[in-house]
């Protein structure tokens, strides 16, 4: 509905516009005076001009399907644009997704969409002669813990020091740290020398005031309960 006022010694006809593409009356009053309606008049789409993002994406788990994301193709007025079969691409930034729809009736249906790495992303929709849209921005989140990983390997060092800090993360298949893991995670050197224990705080076991007293070379093994192992790169004690 729009309302336009005007006086008598206003000069007519007046310029009218309206962006929603529909079948329209105008009605005139004024104050003591019977009102009149116009006949019914038809405002039709125009060129397509644009693109939007009509069913936003939504965040879901690394390697998970996400749900479907809809770009339509519209008119300078946010009509769509229905006679439309502009090739669509939409992108993902950080990079993982680019895919192409041709649209239907002037809307493009993006199914089957999935990221493996966590973290925050937006779309962008392009397609030749139309200005692009971007979507709102979603979130990848770490799957189920799967395995584990050093993200800090042992370092050389004398025999009977302290070794610098040792770090294994709890990840999942994809390499995302599951930072709701708190699981206990046992390190065993090979030859034998250390066996201890650290429970992962966010995610994160930190292995300090490691020693070792005999010389030679070693590797590390990180295991816990449910998940894959991991062996360190091997490192000399002198």
């Known amino acids: 509905t729009e309302i336009y006022t005007l006086s008598l010694h206003d000069a007519l006809p007046i310029c009218l516009s309206l962006n929603p593409a529909g079948t329209y009356t105008l009605t005139a009053t004024s104050s003591g005076l019977t009102s009149a309606t116009s006949n019914s008049f038809t405002i039709t789409v125009g060129p397509a001009t644009q693109l939007k993002f009509t069913t936003q994406p939504v965040g879901t788990t690394a390697?998970?399907?996400?749900?479907?994301v809809?770009?339509?193709?519209?008119?300078?007025?946010?009509?769509?644009?229905?006679?439309?079969t502009a090739s669509i691409t939409i992108t993902s930034s950080p990079s993982g997704i680019s895919k192409t729809v041709s649209a239907?009736?002037?809307?493009?249906?993006?199914t089957g969409?999935?990221?493996n790495t966590a973290g925050s992303y937006t779309l962008t929709a392009a397609?030749?002669?139309l200005t692009s849209g971007t979507s709102n921005s979603f979130t990848i989140t770490a799957a189920a813990a799967s395995q584990l990983k050093f993200t800090t390997q042992p370092a050389n060092t004398k025999k009977g020091s302290t070794m610098a800090a040792v770090v294994v993360q709890v990840?999942?298949?994809?390499?995302?740290?599951?930072?709701s893991s708190s699981a206990s995670v046992k390190l065993v050197s090979s030859p034998s020398g250390i066996n201890t224990t650290v429970a992962a705080a966010a995610g994160v076991a930190t292995f300090s005031n490691l020693v070792l007293n005999t010389s030679g070379t070693?590797?590390?093994?990180?295991?816990?309960?449910?998940?894959?192992?991991?062996?360190?790169?091997?490192?000399?004690?002198?």
């Open 127 to 129: 397609s030749s002669g």
């Open 70 to 84: 809809v770009v339509t193709v519209e008119d300078a007025g946010g009509n769509t644009v229905t006679s439309s």
């Open 63 to 68: 390697g998970s399907t996400m749900s479907s």
């Open 104 to 110: 239907s009736s002037g809307v493009a249906t993006f």
């Open 171 to 179: 990840q999942d298949k994809y390499g995302n740290k599951v930072s």
């Open 218 to 238: 070693y590797t590390l093994t990180a295991s816990s309960s449910g998940l894959t192992s991991a062996t360190s790169n091997s490192f000399t004690i002198q």
């Open 113 to 115: 969409l999935s990221l």
